[in-house]
């Protein structure tokens, strides 16, 4: 019995698995699944993190431009810090001892207070050796969506008929962990990560829960 039902959960984990990856599948997840790999490309030792938020703000703010849901000019929307309403927090962290690990503001490195750099948890220079995590995300947060249409100066970048459809989703988050080398960065996140890899991989899960769902049916 007690392995049925550790099988049983680990069915609704697969389940959720294909949930999650059913929204990858619209632009929206997309523009994470590519902004991941984007990051990952820019980083190097001695690159500053609060300017790899910046760019990945600004990667945001284009693919939602492009998808429909903003309109207008992208510098435009930066100076009005656009981008903190759909991805209100940090851009990564740093990995040790700790999940969350100790070490990003030591004395000299000061928190910037703007929105969404605020929320980062180092500002520090990235050195060869440090471990980090890449975690972009779009969110749909209903209180920030509201602040964002109710503010004519960033309400006139918002496609209000296109982000409806978006609304009360929530959001989602793609994680990739990394070690900064003298040249660029070691990936240690061993998943699906290109577009690719992931319909593949939702493939062979929705091909694995149909004969789950076959055995079942036997069982009744």
């Not at 004519?152 to 070690?179: K, T, Y």
């Amino acid at each position: 019995m007690e392995g049925c039902v550790q099988q049983a959960a680990a069915w609704v984990l697969a389940d959720l698995v294909l949930q999650v990856g059913s929204w990858l599948l619209s632009a929206a997840g997309w523009i994470l699944a590519d902004l991941v790999l984007q990051v990952g490309s820019w980083l190097v030792s001695g690159v500053s993190w609060p300017d790899m938020h910046r760019l990945a703000d600004r990667v945001h703010l284009e693919e939602l431009t492009r998808i429909g849901i903003l309109k207008g000019n992208v510098d435009d929307m930066v100076k009005v810090h656009l981008g903190a309403i759909f991805m209100p927090h940090g851009l990564g962290h740093l990995l040790g001892i700790d999940v969350h690990d100790v070490g990003g503001y030591p004395e000299g490195v000061e928190r910037i207070d703007e929105p969404g750099l605020r929320s980062l948890r180092t500002a520090r220079r990235l050195q060869q050796g440090m471990v980090l995590t890449i975690e972009p995300g779009i969110y749909f947060i209903e209180h920030l969506l509201e602040q964002a249409l109710q503010d004519p100066a960033q309400s006139c970048f918002i496609n209000s008929s296109v982000l409806q459809r978006f609304r009360g989703f929530g959001g989602v988050r793609i994680e990739d962990d990394i070690a900064v080398t003298a040249t660029g960065m070691e990936l240690l996140t061993c998943v699906p990560r290109t577009v690719e890899e992931i319909e593949a991989f939702m493939a062979e899960g929705q091909s694995r829960a149909k004969s789950f769902d076959c055995l079942s049916g036997q069982k009744q």
